[in-house]
T-cell receptor, first 112, second 114 residues
Framework: SQKIEQNSEALNIQEGKTATLTCNYT??????LQWYRQDPGRGPVFLLL?????KEKRKERLKVTFDTTLKQSLFHITASQPADSATYLC???????????FGRGTQLTVWP | KAGVTQTPRYLIKTRGQQVTLSCSPI?????VSWYQQTPGQGLQFLFE???????NKGNFPGRFSGRQFSNSRSEMNVSTLELGDSALYLC?????????????FGNGTRLTVT
């Protein structure tokens, strides 16, 4: 079955450093990947989408890469801040229209 | 533009009861999806509705059902509640358009079954 995994459940880094989160997928070749941010008690908020023919995408301090050979997406937050502390989720739309498969998320904590 | 609104925010029910959750999508959005989120399983797809029709359904028992109204508002119902149904239920909407358009989530309904 189509599966998506985020390697780390939790990541703790110091303010100012770059956070790198990993997302791997199996049994499918998605045309694109999406990344979301979720704060406690809130719904996920969309951050970035990257297509399979885009190796890299940037938005302000965020950068996403998509390696179809490794079946992996990396999500980077540069110059991280305590306000970046949240759970980050990756997702792809599988063969079934309208359905997103989500990873379980990586809880990022940025400490001062 | 108002975001996705889910009511109620919190619910406490007893095993065996049934519950109805409500979702109002962003104005103009015609697709509404429902997800269940638990610490153990993460976000799991329940179903998606578009123009009052269920387009897709996840791997949940028949106790979970939903519907969509002509104004795109949606409800989901869970009958004969079990302890394992305790979760955060998230509704998400997206406009009609390409299949890869991102989801806009509400803040969910926290259901606790005792």
């Amino acid at each position: 079955s189509q599966k998506i995994e985020q390697n780390s459940e939790a990541l703790n880094i110091q303010e100012g450093k770059t956070a790198t989160l990993t997302c791997n997928y199996t049994n499918y070749s998605p045309a694109y990947l999406q990344w979301y941010r979720q704060d406690p008690g809130r719904g996920p908020v969309f951050l970035l989408l990257i297509r399979e023919n885009e190796k890299e995408k940037r938005k302000e301090r965020l950068k996403v890469t998509f390696d179809t050979t490794l079946k992996q997406s990396l999500f980077h937050i540069t110059a991280s801040q305590p306000a970046d502390s949240a759970t980050y989720l990756c997702a792809f739309r599988g063969s079934t229209l309208g359905r997103l498969y989500f990873g379980r998320g990586t809880q990022l904590t940025v400490w001062p | 533009k108002a975001g996705v609104t889910q009511t109620p925010r919190y619910l406490i029910k007893t095993r065996g009861q049934q519950v109805t959750l409500s979702c109002s999508p962003i104005s103009g959005h015609r697709s509404v999806s429902w997800y269940q989120q638990t610490p153990g399983q993460g976000l799991q797809f329940l179903f998606e509705y578009f123009s009052e029709t269920q387009r897709n359904k996840g791997n949940f028992p028949g106790r979970f059902s939903g519907r969509q109204f002509s104004n795109s508002r949606s409800e989901m119902n869970v009958s004969t509640l079990e302890l394992g149904d305790s979760a955060l239920y998230l509704c998400a909407s997206r406009p009609q358009g390409t299949s890869h358009s991102p989801l806009h989530f509400g803040n969910g309904t926290r259901l606790t079954v005792t």
